[in-house]
Structures are given as structure tokens and as C-alpha cells.
């Protein structure tokens, strides 16, 4: 019962463990570096786009699906985003969650209606939207002009603020509505969910819709930080999302989770590589350590009593 209720603890509660954990170890280590009002700002930062991109994430896995075209959907969405930029300043925004809108509709449609694993279509969908963008942009960065407004998005605090509305506003969709507590059905036990008259293929299509759309304004944002769209944008992204989930709580397995959670996921990994890079780590070692973050959340939060309904 002891080992039980520390599993429980551990699995609900380890990304707040993390992030102290990873606060103080740097602080200790580099404190007139890491320690100051200038990096918390640039971690902040770093973490707007994490963060935004994983609520969306977050919705699916506890619906017990996943979704990996998040990365390739984020780079044709900044792209369209940036090839619009000049001519319609700020509004080429709206360009961006509207493009992760569709992919993920066309996600959740496939893998509603051919009845195929969530692991292969969004899987297929990584490929066919990276390629898509290489062929949107002729395999080269699309310029955003230096006198267009579309920059707003990337110039702090906009990312945060933007960050923490998506936040409270997808916490409360979650927290409070039909939709949010048929989510968490549905990754509970989907079989006596849909025997219960939930309209599950719905559900699960909103939600692909929800990601794709989340994964498209973060790709927008993350455009006007780099001020191009590159074809390159968003790879190995989905790596960082499904981490920031897990870390903050969300089992695999589905069923439980939370949006704060997955803020608090993000900050850490953001936390851990901002850390690496002020001690002189290089990026393949900080790619290296969260995987095996990665692992050690999976090895925490996931309910082995539920593995079969992982896909």
C-alpha cells in the first residue's frame, strides 16, 4: 500500500519534483548565470512554443491515442504563415493554427473512419507534411520582410502571454466541459465509453483537430522568432511535446493528466536544456538526457495495468 500511494504520488507530482530538482542543480552549479531575472526570461520564452504545442499533444494521449506529425505540421504552418507575411502583416497569424487545423482534421478523419493506429497515421502524416513544406517553399527559408508586423509574435513577452491564454483557455475546455470529461472517458476505457452512448468518433476527431490546430500557431510563433519559415522548422519537435506530457503527469496509457502539468513539463525540459547550454553541454548530450527524462517519466506516471490499450 506504502509503494502504491509513492507510485501515485510520483506519477502526479513528478514534474514539479523535476523542476526543482533542475532549478536547484544549476543554480548551485552556474547561480550568477542561471540564477538571474535575464535567463528566466529566456527560458519563458523558449517554453512558450513547447508549452502550446503539448496542450494540444495532451488532449490525445489521454485520450489514449498519440500524435507525432506535430513537428512537420508546425513547419508547413509557419511557412504558409511566413509566405503571407508581407502582405497581411500581424493577421498572417490566423494563416497558421487555421493550416495545423486541417492536417489534424485530415488526422483524426483517417484515423476515425480507416480505423488505423494513431501511431501510424500521424506517423504517415510526419512524413507527408514535412514533404509538403519542402515543396511549399522550394527546399528554402521563406523570408519574412523586416517591415512587417508579423514579427509581434516573436519578440517577448507576446509568446508567454500568448502561452498562458492558450493555457488557461485549454485548461478549462479540459477541466470543465462535455468535451473535456469525454476525453478523459475515452481514455479510461473507451469500449464501456462508447457503450455509454459518447459519440466517440467525434471526440477523437475534435481532438486531432484541437492538436493539429495548437501545433499550427505554435509553428506560426516559432516563424516570427526566426523570421522565416524554414522547412526545417519543428524537427524533432514532437519528441519535445509528447516528453513535456508525460513529465507532467499524462501516462501514456491515457485516462488521467492535466494541462498544468504539461506547462510545468515543458518549463522543465526547457529548464534542462537552457541549463546544458550555460555549462558548455553540446546539443547531442542534452538530446541524449531527455530522452532518458523521457523514459524515466514513462517509467513513473504509466499504468502497466492498461499497456494493451496503448496504440
Known amino acids: 500500500m506504502a509503494s502504491f500511494r509513492l507510485g501515485e504520488f510520483l506519477s502526479r507530482y513528478v514534474a514539479y ?19 538571474t531575472f535575464g535567463n528566466l526570461g529566456v527560458i519563458l520564452q523558449n517554453s512558450a512554443v513547447l508549452a502550446i504545442v503539448a496542450i494540444g499533444v495532451t488532449f490525445i494521449i489521454i485520450g489514449g491515442s498519440i ?88 519578440i517577448p513577452p507576446m509568446p508567454f502571454w500568448i502561452a498562458a491564454g492558450v493555457a488557461v483557455v485549454m485548461g478549462a475546455l479540459l477541466a470543465f466541459t462535455t468535451f473535456g470529461r469525454y476525453t478523459f472517458a475515452i481514455g479510461g476505457d473507451e469500449e464501456k465509453t462508447r457503450i455509454l452512448g459518447v459519440p466517440v468518433d467525434k471526440v477523437k476527431f475534435a481532438m486531432f483537430a484541437l492538436s493539429g490546430a495548437l501545433a499550427g500557431l505554435g509553428g506560426g510563433i516559432l516563424t516570427s522568432q526566426l523570421g522565416s519559415g524554414s522547412p526545417t522548422v519543428g524537427t524533432g519537435f514532437e519528441l519535445l511535446a509528447i516528453s513535456a506530457v508525460v513529465i507532467g503527469g499524462t501516462p501514456l496509457t491515457g485516462g488521467s493528466g492535466s494541462i498544468l502539468g504539461t506547462v510545468v513539463g515543458s518549463l522543465v525540459i526547457m529548464t534542462l536544456a537552457n541549463g546544458l547550454v550555460i555549462m558548455g553541454v553540446s546539443s547531442n548530450v542534452q538530446t541524449v538526457l531527455t530522452g532518458l527524462v523521457l523514459i524515466v517519466a514513462v517509467m513513473i506516471s504509466i499504468r502497466r495495468g492498461k499497456l494493451r490499450i496503448i496504440k
Open 17 to 35: 519534483l523535476a523542476l526543482i530538482a533542475v532549478v536547484a542543480v544549476f543554480g548551485m552549479l552556474s547561480p550568477d548565470r542561471f540564477l
Open 67 to 154: 500524435d507525432l506529425s506535430v513537428g512537420s505540421v508546425m513547419a508547413l504552418a509557419g511557412a504558409v504563415a511566413a509566405s503571407f507575411a508581407g502582405d497581411w502583416g500581424a493577421f498572417a497569424i490566423v494563416l497558421a493554427p487555421l493550416v495545423g487545423l486541417a492536417l489534424g482534421a485530415i488526422n483524426g478523419a483517417i484515423f476515425v473512419l480507416a480505423r488505423i493506429p494513431s501511431f501510424v497515421v500521424s506517423l504517415g502524416m510526419l512524413s507527408i507534411a514535412r514533404g509538403a513544406t519542402i515543396i511549399f517553399t522550394g527546399g528554402s527559408p521563406v523570408s519574412i520582410p523586416l517591415t512587417s508586423s508579423y514579427e509581434i509574435f516573436g
